[in-house]
């Protein structure tokens, strides 16, 4: 490996968008630093890779995310590419979404729907959680990136939002403001940091399939989701992973600020 070699810290890069961003990067001749909570996993996926680097980082924490960059920008001296791809579902998200599988499955049978009672009943703990880690940790780590790519005058960075800020999610309204903060803060920090050389774009995915989704996704919703979906079918997370890339390259060089939505039609902006 040479000192020249690009540099790509993937937050969230131990599993699903993540993983398969740090194997894209990879791919492409990036040195990637898998960024994660989750040690044992992040490890795997660093081990994986030509050049991968792990480090543990809860992104919802300010301390941790200024120690875990103060460290990568002793030990690397450059980071060229940041990828927002971090998160962690929550209890009540699957409680939403076992809901709306019911839903589907009782307009079926022409029963009485269940009530979707989220937002009314959201404890302050359940709202700051999504906004700590997709919200707050997306700043904290662009935060922690621009202290190196400014005195560069070089970069890229990706956040990875959701169709759900765009459009908002039903019973979601947490994560959905959560990811709607993140395109504001997109389109905000890329005006800001453009005359420095440094791009900052956003992708919005529809429904991807990824270990969580297989987890969390009642078996109910998914052909519904799957029928409103006009390609029929969920994306992968190496067609994300795809999308990051590009914009991570020369020839994405005059897109900034912008939001590009891999979800096979299900939603169009």
């Known amino acids: 490996m040479g000192d020249s070699k690009r540099v790509a810290v993937v937050a969230g890069g131990a599993s699903g968008i993540g993983e ?21 996993r992040a490890r795997s996926v660093a081990s994986e890779i030509e050049d991968g680097l792990s480090v543990i980082c809860d992104v919802s924490l300010s301390d941790d995310v200024n120690q875990a960059f103060g460290r990568l920008a002793k030990d690397l001296a450059r980071i060229d590419v940041l990828v927002n791809s971090a998160g962690a579902p929550a209890q009540e998200t699957l ?22 009672d989220v937002t009314s009943r959201m404890t302050d703990a359940q709202w700051r959680r999504e906004l700590a880690i997709y919200l707050d940790g997306t700043f904290f780590t662009m935060r922690a990136a621009l202290r190196s790519m ?5 970069g890229c ?22 990811k709607a903060g993140v395109h504001g803060l997109t389109r905000s920090v890329a005006k800001e940091v453009a ?23 009642p078996p109910a919703l998914r052909p519904e989701l799957e029928r409103t979906t006009p390609a029929g079918r ?10 990051i890339t590009f914009l991570c390259s020369d020839g994405a060089a005059f897109m900034t600020g912008q939001t590009l939505s891999p979800n096979g039609g299900y939603l169009t902006v």
């Open 95 to 116: 409680d939403a979404l076992t809901t709306r599988g019911q839903q589907v499955q009782a307009e079926a049978a022409g029963a009485d729907r269940p009530d979707l």
């Open 20 to 40: 398969a961003t740090c194997r894209a990067l990879a791919d492409n001749g990036y040195r990637v630093v898998v960024l994660d909570v989750d040690e044992q």
């Open 234 to 243: 969920f994306g992968t997370a190496a067609e994300v992973a795809s999308t």
């Open 157 to 178: 960075i990706v956040n990875v939002s959701s169709i759900h800020g765009i459009s908002g999610g039903t019973g979601l309204p947490h994560y959905s403001a959560a």
């Open 195 to 217: 005359p420095y050389g440094i791009r900052v774009n956003a992708v919005a995915p529809g429904y991807i399939d990824t270990p969580a989704t297989e987890r969390f996704m």
């Open 150 to 154: 400014i005195p560069a005058r070089s």
